[in-house]
């Protein structure tokens, strides 16, 4: 069982940044592939961004260019960095590990 708490939501104004947290219960050496997900209302949950153990990244087109994010292992936790901010990401922010485990989300709201 792995545990994840997120962090670092709230509300921006458009083009303005945001840096989401995802804390592990466990070592994220043990770990091979997290993410970040997203799901507006009325919206089913979408895919963000991955990393993998080795560092390799992958991103919704909608965010290449914009967002980005890393993993401290050492720190068992994982970062999502947000720049220019649209009002189109709002949306909770989940985290997940191993394609299975889920944190309770954080919400991220982006309006003037």
């Known amino acids: 069982q792995v545990q994840l708490v997120e962090s670092g939501g709230g509300l921006v104004q458009p083009g303005g940044s945001l840096r989401l947290s995802c804390a592990a219960s466990i070592s994220l050496f043990t770990i091979n592939t997290m993410g970040w997900y997203r799901q507006a209302p009325g919206k089913e949950r979408e895919l963000v961004a991955t990393?993998?153990?080795?560092?390799?990244?992958d991103y919704a087109d909608s965010v290449k260019g914009r967002f980005t994010i890393s993993r401290d292992n050492a720190k068992n936790t994982m970062y999502l960095q947000m720049n220019s901010l649209k009002p189109e990401d709002t949306a909770v922010y989940y985290c997940n590990a191993r394609a299975i485990f889920w944190g309770q989300g954080t919400q991220v709201t982006v309006s003037s």
């Open positions: 990393i993998r153990i080795g560092g390799t990244t």
